[in-house]
């Protein structure tokens, strides 16, 4: 990508990456800690061993799913399982607890490198726009990745209960991106979506971000190259394997 970056920038066109947010350039990992570790400090009693047991996970290991989460904790009972999913729902779809998303390995190096090579950040996020746009803008900046008007643009699903993959693949977002220079590469931790942005820019390259992604997903297409995290992305894709 870098590669394709300089030479475009060198031609006078303005290329655009884009970038999913969750399990993309962010681990969501430490924002499910955090709030498990705040609900379980008052219910020891009631899930003996679970708080020791947050405490102790590593981030970047947890299941997709919540209730895989709570079944590890010993959160099993209908009752329970309605009462912990409240309260992590509000905080996790919340402003306030954005900022323990931690940075993805060797992500806020490779932005920057896009963005001094020429590059517009496009950040193209499932995240409702009117609930998480605040918040999402606030840690993109702290943690330093590149954010200055004209080169970072954040894109946020404007309707709630709409897929991201249709959100991401509409006419309507392709517009937007289109508007802003040539698309040169594409990363997303969901295979549904790398699909449907590999279609709508069937030009650049699109990169599968292997990390964690929803259940019953569809297989990634054919070609696109996978990656664990971005010290995988230095070398334009030549460590990257190919989908089987």
């Keep these: 990508m870098l590669s394709e970056t300089r030479r475009l920038t060198r031609a006078g066109i303005r290329p655009v990456n884009i970038f999913d947010l969750d399990a993309t350039i962010f681990d969501a990992g430490g924002r499910h800690k955090q709030i498990m570790a705040e609900y379980l400090r008052t219910r020891k009693e009631r899930f003996p061993g679970a708080l020791a047991k947050v405490l102790a996970w590593k981030t970047d290991e947890l299941p997709y799913e919540i209730d895989a989460m709570f079944e590890d904790l010993g959160i099993r009972s209908s009752e329970d ?5 409240h309260f992590w729902v509000k905080r996790f779809f919340s402003n306030d607890y954005l900022h323990h998303d931690l940075p993805i390995a060797g992500a806020i190096a490779y932005l920057k490198a896009l963005e001094r090579a020429g590059s517009v950040i496009v950040y193209l996020t499932g ?14 900046e702290q943690v330093g990745f590149p954010m200055a008007p004209g080169t970072g643009v954040l894109l ?4 709630k209960g ?15 991106i289109q ?16 699909n449907e942005l590999q279609k709508s820019f069937p030009d650049a390259m699109t990169v599968f ?25 230095w070398i334009d894709g030549a460590r990257a394997r190919s989908s089987r």
């Design 81 to 85: 399982r309605k009462e912990a999913k």
């Design 209 to 233: 971000l292997d990390t964690n992604h929803s259940p019953g997903a569809p297989p990634v297409d054919r070609g696109i190259p996978w990656i664990k995290n971005f010290r995988w992305a």
């Design 162 to 176: 709409l897929r991201d993959s249709a959100f991401k693949g509409g006419e309507e977002v392709r517009g937007r």
């Design 127 to 140: 995240r409702n726009d009117a609930q998480l746009r605040s918040g999402s803008t606030r840690v993109l």
């Design 179 to 194: 508007a802003l220079g040539t698309v040169v590469g594409i990363f997303d931790n969901e295979p549904g979506n790398v």
């Design 156 to 159: 946020m699903n404007p309707t």
